[in-house]
């Protein structure tokens, strides 16, 4: 009677008892497992889907978020009724106005006005100063009589701009946070002392950081 051959045995049945089996080498490309766990979704079935990849990359798992399809009124006065809306002013559209500003030389005209030009003598130089320089290079005057002419005009001219009273819009943006009264007594009383006098009497005023309730009721009780 033949006897059946035993079974051919493994690589790792063959190992000896006290030699540790290698571990199994996970491949990259194998995503963890929370990461899968967390791209999983829940339709409405209840069923959990994953997502395949094309869909993750895409952006294509997001939520869409709800679209506002309520009918947009172009024309809307925004809580203001439309008889009390001031059309142009309060939208500011630039067109409302447009064929009512008059031809371009008065257009030039408000635009200069606006800039606060110089006035009498002093307006005078300056609009004879190139004037002025031109007619010397053209009868060949020399460079230094040229040079000592502008800075003649620069002298004169910077005098009688400093010699000028202040405006509001030449003091610190803190001065319009003041009381209106007391700020425009202030000014006017800036324009009248010396700088050295005003700021001795008020110069405490320029110090921002602390109210001046004081100086501010003297100051409106000027006359």
């Not at 408000?110 to 053209?138: C, D, N, R, V």
Request: charged share 25%; hydrophobic share 35%; glycine share 6%.
């Amino acid at each position: 009677m033949a006897i059946p051959s035993p079974l051919p045995i493994s690589a790792a049945d063959s190992s000896p008892p006290g030699l540790a089996i290698a571990p199994v080498r996970v491949p990259r490309s194998m995503p963890p497992l929370d990461l899968l766990a967390s791209r999983l979704l829940i339709n409405s079935s209840g069923r959990r889907n994953v997502p395949s990849s094309w869909k993750l990359r895409a952006g294509l798992t997001a939520i869409e978020p709800d679209l506002n399809e309520d009918k947009y009124d172009r024309w809307r006065t925004n809580g203001v009724s439309p008889e009390d809306f001031k059309y142009g002013e309060y939208d500011g559209h630039h067109t409302y106005y447009e064929g009512n500003e008059g031809n371009f030389l008065e257009s030039v005209a408000k635009e200069y006005e606006a800039a606060g030009p110089p006035t009498g003598f002093q307006g005078l130089i300056s609009w004879l100063f190139l004037p002025a320089i031109f007619t010397g290079l053209a009868f060949h005057v020399p460079g230094e009589y040229l040079y000592i002419a502008a800075a003649a005009f620069t002298v004169v001219f910077c005098a009688i701009e400093i010699g000028k009273p202040d405006q509001p819009h030449n003091f610190e943006p803190e001065i319009y946070n003041m009381d209106r009264e007391a700020r425009d007594k202030m000014i006017k009383t800036y324009n009248t002392m010396d700088v050295w006098d005003f700021n001795e009497k008020y110069g405490e005023l320029w110090d921002f950081t602390v109210p001046h309730e004081d100086i501010i009721k003297q100051l409106k009780s000027l006359d």
